[in-house]
């Protein structure tokens, strides 16, 4: 059975078990930062915080449990970071059934916040970014219902603490959740919900799989995890909202049809402050939680929340363009074009193949700029990258403007009123040989031979610990 | 209250897509996207004082304030 406590228990080296007091209003963020700055991602844990009342929390806080790609990779059970692409397209489309268990047996159950006593107040919610209005759930997976078919789905979706008992959730106008939330809303319904945090990050990854619609995502959260997902039904909704048993809280209540709040401004993923705009509310009926339950946050716009995001949609993007181009070999969305850029790496691709892969790369809605590549160069080095734009490259010739497809409207450079985006694909691979088996009719790389270069890290190895220029 | 917003311009002239509210009791101003200038909008909520105020009547003044 997997759960954050087990998987924290299991990468104890990667925890650093901040030994001293924080404040959840910006300064786990401002740690964040630092470290993303600084390239190092510890799994960070807070026991010294306050909750929303001021007083010291209970319930530690966890962020950071996945700005490691090579951390998180392991919690997937990929022996290699670079794998997750095609780890990931198979593994999504496994779905495993969720098991469903009894309350007395479900953890999150353990205790049980009803009436005033459900007061959000007693979480220690961080304030992430200056200029946001207050505490944010960042890591709350909201999970509502299709009135019409019973089916269930998950997403991810940031909430404002307004109060004790009525905060905002912001389902985006595209999303699942908000087709579910229309549908109560049309038949004057509150729409059920039940918002879960923290759990193993196999199961968080597992849950953000791209579904059709209606489709649980229970099943490919399975998938993922490479077992069944077990599930409890919620105190308030009963069967028809069931609850991972092995979260850490659940929120349970209602959206009352109608209403709307201003919501932000928010730090989103793009890196800027994005703007107010309308959100439903959410009034809460009860809370439960393990009885040594911990608060997961996500450091929005980090790569805490980019690196999981970007890896399960590698595996996406692996699909899509793997259905047109058979030479792909390998995907990275890296985490310095936040979600709009994708690199794709293929093996000897026929005349025309590199085009057709960024194409359908680009009607991939989140994507804005995509780089093919051939297999001599590391997708994983943005150096290397670049190397390939700089060398192989003719832009009229090597590059496809595309404008009109759908695109993010969080990107800061849209056009205001445009509701689609103008997007690039770039053609960085060698021009195929002239006949098969012959060279490539281009300038050869220039090396060394490998006998001088195991020569070369040898002697490097001697020179121990040194104090030489980094620049 | 005061609302920034940028010009409207022809499409290969860069304009940056997001209107600028001054809370009215505090004076600070903050990002609002389109929907929240809308007739039907809820109100626009302050981030630094919490003061909530409406927008929807309000014409945005194009170029600077
Ligand atoms: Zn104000």
Redesign the pocket.
Known sequence: MSDLHRFLAEQATAVWDIDAPVDPRHELTALQHELDRAGRHPILLARQIRNLRGEPSGIPVVTNLTASRTLTARALGIPDHRDTARWFATRSRASIAPEVIAHDDAPVQQIVWRGAEASLHRLPVLTQHSGEPGPYLTAAHATTFDPDSGVDNTAIQRCWVQSAQRMTWFPYPTTHNMRNLRKFWDRGEPCPVAFWIGHHPAVLLGTQAKLRYPESHWGAAGGVLGAPLRVVPSLTHGEKIMVPADAEIVIEGFAPPGVYSADGPFGEYTGYLGAQVQSPVFDVTCITMRRDAIYHDYGSGLTDMLVPDNMAMEGKVYEIVKAVAPSLVNVHVPTEGRRFHAYLQLRNPGRGEARDALTAALAYRRLKTVIAVDEDVDIFSPEAMLWAVATRVQWSRDSIVIDGLSGSGLDPSIPEGASTASKMGIDATLPPPPRPGAPRAVPPVATVPEAAMRRAQALLQTAGDTDWPAE | MRIVKDNVGASWEKRGNTAWLE?P????WFPVGPVMLRAEAPAAH?P????EFNTAAREPRSGGE
């Open positions: 809370c009791a505090c004076r600070n302050c630094q004082c919490h003061h």
